[in-house]
């Protein structure tokens, strides 16, 4: 069988449940526009879909879809360099992850570790669609046939479950269809943590405001979460292996080293020695430099919703574009009737 060289293309996306995090910013939003340029397609996308997997109010949704689109084009994304779109205006989504929920068996999904941690012992009142969560991931990348995906450590495992959903639907047809999508898991600060406990991960569901920077908070209040920080006593190393069994100054350097595009080992051969009274103010300064132009562009853009809609609708048409022939080729390989003339 002739081996398929398919189009480098990327796919991620967020789900659109309010509360934009420098989490988000450092470890997806700010690595998609990075990638933006002549070696990729990129395609970005608010994940509404998989946010409902959980009870969500209609209004809430809807803002926070739209202040979603706002984050991604603030941070960098060109909807004219970029498909920027929300998944439920591409029914393709929802169409291949029903093919693949007849793909995927019922142990790899009951072993992905976020299905166990969000669900718990309520298994019984969690809903079907988070359980098949990951099927529906599967169907958001292999719609495009994206051969590249950004993601963090937690998404991983369900990456790899992609990958074995496209391994085994070319071989249960003895096809060379799907690409076998590689993860994009780099960055000094992939994976961001609380300000207030380096072990957590930064949240927008902690009850303590001070725990994370809002893509939201004003230059004043980015300043004053940075100088609050929780920090340790000892003076920063001047190697990586220095912050060992230090979270706390580990995160703040990581956080350093993403927002200036260098490495943590380069932060510390500049910073190395220094106390965090005369740490803490840099990185402020570097984060309302780098941080307070996106709060600002997201909060004209919100006022401007219909800006916001037309951009999500121009990108729609642009990936149903991609992912109607795509799911049109996948219907015939199944065997669906008519498929030919969809």
Same mark, same amino acid.
């Given at each position: 069988m002739t081996q398929t060289q398919f189009t480098p293309r990327v796919f991620s996306g967020i789900q659109p449940s309010?509360?934009?995090?420098?989490? !988000?910013?450092?470890? $997806?939003?700010?690595?998609?526009?990075?990638?933006?340029?002549?070696?990729?397609?990129?395609?970005?996308?608010?994940?509404?879909?998989?946010?409902?997997?959980?009870?969500?109010?209609?209004?809430?949704?809807?803002?926070?879809?739209?202040?979603?689109? $706002?984050?991604?084009?603030a941070a960098g994304i060109d909807p004219?360099?970029?498909?920027?779109?929300?998944?439920?205006?591409?029914?393709?989504?929802?169409?291949? $992850?029903?093919?693949?929920?007849?793909?995927?068996?019922?142990?790899?999904?009951q072993r992905m570790t976020q299905w166990k941690d969000k669900a718990g012992k309520n298994t019984q009142n969690a809903s079907l669609g988070l359980f098949a969560y990951?099927?529906?991931?599967?169907?958001?990348?292999?719609?495009?046939?994206?051969?590249?995906?950004?993601?963090?450590?937690?998404?991983?495992?369900?990456?790899?479950?992609?990958?074995?959903?496209?391994?085994?639907?070319? !071989?249960?047809?003895?096809?060379?269809?799907?690409?076998?999508?590689?993860?994009?898991?780099?960055?000094?600060?992939?994976?961001?943590?609380?300000?207030?406990?380096?072990?957590?991960?930064?949240?927008?569901?902690?009850?303590?405001?001070?725990?994370?920077? !809002?893509?939201?908070?004003d230059a004043d209040t980015i300043a004053k979460k940075i100088r609050k920080a929780k920090t340790d006593p000892d003076a920063l190393p001047s190697e990586?292996?220095?912050?060992e069994d230090r979270p706390e100054a580990r995160n703040l350097v990581n956080i350093y080293a993403a927002l200036s595009d260098s490495s943590a080992a380069q932060v510390l051969a500049e910073v190395g020695g220094k106390q965090f009274g005369e740490f803490k103010p840099m990185l402020a300064e570097l984060a309302v430099e780098k941080l307070s132009p996106i709060s600002s562009e997201m909060a004209r853009l919100m006022g401007e919703q219909s800006e916001i809609d037309q951009i999500l609708a121009r990108g729609a048409e642009k990936a149903r574009a991609i992912a109607a022939p795509i799911l049109k080729q996948t219907y015939e390989i199944v065997g669906m009737v008519g498929a030919a003339s969809r």
């Amino acid at each position: 069988m002739t081996q398929t060289q398919f189009t480098p293309r990327v796919f991620s996306g967020i789900q659109p449940s309010g509360g934009l995090t420098l989490g !988000n910013y450092l470890g $997806a939003m700010k690595r998609f526009v990075d990638m933006q340029g002549p070696e990729f397609e990129t395609i970005y996308c608010m994940v509404d879909l998989h946010a409902i997997t959980v009870w969500q109010d209609p209004a809430a949704l809807s803002h926070n879809t739209r202040e979603l689109c $706002a984050g991604y084009i603030a941070a960098g994304i060109d909807p004219e360099q970029s498909i920027l779109f929300n998944q439920s205006q591409v029914p393709e989504h929802a169409q291949l $992850a029903w093919i693949f929920n007849c793909v995927a068996r019922m142990g790899w999904m009951q072993r992905m570790t976020q299905w166990k941690d969000k669900a718990g012992k309520n298994t019984q009142n969690a809903s079907l669609g988070l359980f098949a969560y990951p099927a529906l991931m599967a169907a958001d990348i292999l719609i495009y046939h994206a051969t590249h995906v950004p993601v963090g450590e937690d998404q991983k495992q369900h990456l790899e479950l992609t990958r074995d959903i496209a391994i085994k639907f070319n !071989n249960d047809f003895g096809v060379d269809f799907f690409p076998v999508t590689e993860p994009v898991i780099e960055g000094a600060a992939t994976r961001v943590m609380s300000l207030r406990d380096g072990s957590k991960k930064m949240s927008k569901s902690d009850p303590s405001d001070m725990s994370r920077i !809002n893509m939201t908070d004003d230059a004043d209040t980015i300043a004053k979460k940075i100088r609050k920080a929780k920090t340790d006593p000892d003076a920063l190393p001047s190697e990586v292996d220095g912050l060992e069994d230090r979270p706390e100054a580990r995160n703040l350097v990581n956080i350093y080293a993403a927002l200036s595009d260098s490495s943590a080992a380069q932060v510390l051969a500049e910073v190395g020695g220094k106390q965090f009274g005369e740490f803490k103010p840099m990185l402020a300064e570097l984060a309302v430099e780098k941080l307070s132009p996106i709060s600002s562009e997201m909060a004209r853009l919100m006022g401007e919703q219909s800006e916001i809609d037309q951009i999500l609708a121009r990108g729609a048409e642009k990936a149903r574009a991609i992912a109607a022939p795509i799911l049109k080729q996948t219907y015939e390989i199944v065997g669906m009737v008519g498929a030919a003339s969809r």
